[in-house]
């Protein structure tokens, strides 16, 4: 299922995005995958990214936060740099770590992030309806108001604790 997506600017001028986990922002225990897709070229002037070879293997890293971001200094794989043009897609766990480079050119850069999650795992702060691009491995896209991961008891138990302070919120805020 599609979890979220979100389109980034980068302006002529644009600092660097520092090292860090997408799981880390989220804290979903379980991990998803990432399409990073150059809307308009992301070469390396343009602030492209680069990723740690092998990092997504060491699950959610120690981070602290720096401001808007929740940085990790780990050095865990080689470094390697995407220089992409637009329609270009750079496929990668939300636990791999990652940064993008400051933009240093005259041209502002877009580029279109989306995540997706097996229908066995769970988000607890998304409310239906899911939107579910497969099933059983082949396209199928449509809206449901549940999926297996909503439902199992598995799911559940990792976010217990999560699940009341959620819950918690929600009636407060209500």
């Known amino acids: 299922w599609m979890r979220w997506?979100?389109?980034?600017e980068k302006e002529s001028g644009g600092e660097c995005f520092p090292w860090h986990q997408d799981n880390a922002y989220s804290e979903i225990k379980d991990g998803g995958v990432q399409l990073w897709?150059?809307?308009?070229?992301?070469?390396?002037?343009h602030g492209?990214?680069?990723?740690?070879r092998g990092s997504h293997r060491k699950g959610l890293?120690?981070?602290?936060?720096e401001g808007n971001h929740r940085v990790c200094d780990e050095k865990l794989g080689?470094?390697?740099?995407?220089?992409?043009?637009?329609?270009?897609?750079?496929?990668?766990s939300s636990y791999?770590?990652?940064?993008?480079?400051?933009?240093?050119s005259h041209e502002k850069r877009?580029?279109?992030?989306?995540e997706y999650m097996s229908q066995r795992h769970i988000d607890p702060q998304i409310p239906a309806p899911y939107f579910m691009v497969s099933n059983h491995g082949?396209?199928?896209?449509?809206?449901?108001?549940?999926?297996?991961?909503?439902?199992?008891?598995?799911?559940?138990?990792?976010?217990?604790?999560r699940l009341k302070t959620v819950q918690v919120v929600r009636r407060a805020l209500r």
């Open 5 to 8: 997506d979100h389109a980034i």
């Open 110 to 114: 877009w580029i279109y992030v989306l």
């Open 61 to 65: 890293l120690p981070y602290h936060q």
């Open 78 to 92: 080689e470094e390697v740099s995407f220089s992409c043009l637009a329609g270009d897609v750079v496929f990668f």
């Open 96 to 104: 791999t770590l990652h940064h993008a480079r400051p933009n240093i």
């Open 48 to 52: 492209g990214i680069t990723l740690q």
């Open 138 to 161: 082949k396209p199928n896209p449509c809206f449901v108001n549940t999926f297996w991961g909503k439902v199992s008891p598995i799911s559940h138990i990792k976010y217990c604790r």
């Open 37 to 45: 897709i150059a809307v308009t070229n992301s070469k390396d002037e």
